[in-house]
């Protein structure tokens, strides 16, 4: 992104999870920033694609997107950032395991499903 004319101030060279913190960062004080990406959409590790089935949509390398989403920099610019196509969308059951048996853990936003799931498992790892 840049703002004004002339050459930017700084050149961030790829679009990922921090370039649009930077970029906004060095824009807010009145830096020239240029974000440059070599892929045809930008993003790195919070970007989003339909990698299996049509409709079915997948976040690519998101493990630390949680930790943006709930940070205060993302509360303080997002706006600005939506404004760039950045969604967060928050999902109560994020992440699990199949495991060759054919069993599955299951993790959730709920700490007491999770305990419940985890001593299907193991007992010991439950507490």
Not at 19 to 43: I, M, W, Y
Not at 45 to 63: S, V
Not at 80 to 90: D, N, P, Q, R
């Amino acid at each position: 992104m840049t703002h004004g004319r002339g050459d930017p101030d700084f050149i961030i060279i790829g679009a990922g999870i921090n370039a649009p913190g930077a970029a906004l960062t060095l824009s807010k004080v009145g830096l020239q920033v240029l974000v440059l990406e070599r892929n045809d959409q930008p993003g790195g590790a919070i970007r989003t694609q339909e990698l299996t089935l049509p409709g079915f949509r997948h976040d690519i390398g998101a493990m630390n997107l949680g930790a943006l989403a709930r940070s205060p920099f993302y509360e303080e610019h997002r706006e600005a950032l939506e404004s760039k196509g950045v969604s967060i969308v928050f999902a109560d059951h994020s992440a699990g395991t199949v495991l060759p048996n054919g069993r599955f853990l299951g993790v959730t936003t709920d700490p007491k499903k999770n305990l419940e799931a985890i001593a299907a498992f193991s007992g010991a790892d439950r507490r």
